[in-house]
């Protein structure tokens, strides 16, 4: 997704600063914040990637450009009315057990980015949304061990449905959104 970056060049930064996990992971965790709130805060976003305050020094200015890119992408991308939004995962030329371990980890970003919100299980959550988010969390422990080229079609169709699963979700955590756009800052 050209918007959000290269895949491989964040996934550099992740690496580089030994972050708490990969870019797939980061992605679904900023997705899930800014499903429940548009103006879910940067900062809050890539304290829970880099934990130690010596991370976050270490970050350059090239580093935290990418890194807001990323984040204020993927609020664009949740924001458009076409619903252009996608996983961040990588490439398709990568073998499919590795793209369906970086989906799994996806999930569990996601999840973790609606709890880290604060919202939880006691949310009166519609029925589809509750199917929703468990087939999240068993798509989160996904074994993509056994997966093989064969599989290709199912991870689109998973893919698809994780896709249109953020999309509900979104509808429900925020019904009457609004479509301002605030650049986030590294403080």
């Given at each position: 997704m050209k918007r959000l970056g290269n895949y491989e060049d964040l996934q550099l930064i992740f690496d580089e600063h030994d972050a708490g996990m990969n870019v797939s992971?980061?992605?679904?965790l900023a997705s899930g914040m800014l499903c429940v709130q548009f103006d879910a805060d940067f900062n809050r976003w890539i304290s829970a990637i880099f934990d130690t305050e010596d991370q976050l020094?270490?970050?350059?200015n090239e580093d935290k450009q990418g890194l807001i890119?990323?984040?204020?992408?993927?609020?664009?991308?949740l924001k458009?009315?076409?619903?252009?939004?996608?996983?961040?995962?990588?490439?398709?030329?990568?073998?499919i057990?590795?793209?369906?371990?970086?989906m799994s980890e996806w999930c569990q970003g996601f999840l973790y980015g609606v709890a880290y919100m604060g919202v939880g299980d006691d949310k009166d959550w519609s029925e589809d949304c509750r199917g929703i988010l468990r087939d999240l969390m068993e798509i989160s422990r996904l074994d993509a061990d056994n997966s093989d080229e064969s599989?290709?079609?199912?991870?689109?169709?998973?893919?698809e449905y994780v896709r249109m699963g953020v999309q509900i979700l979104m509808q429900e955590l925020q019904p009457d959104s609004d479509s301002s756009t605030e650049q986030p800052t590294l403080h």
């Open positions: 992971e980061a992605h679904g020094k270490a970050l350059t890119g990323l984040f204020q992408g993927t609020l664009e991308l458009t009315d076409e619903f252009i939004f996608d996983l961040l995962l990588p490439y398709e030329e990568e073998r057990g590795v793209r369906a371990v970086a599989d290709e079609q199912a991870f689109m169709e998973l893919q």
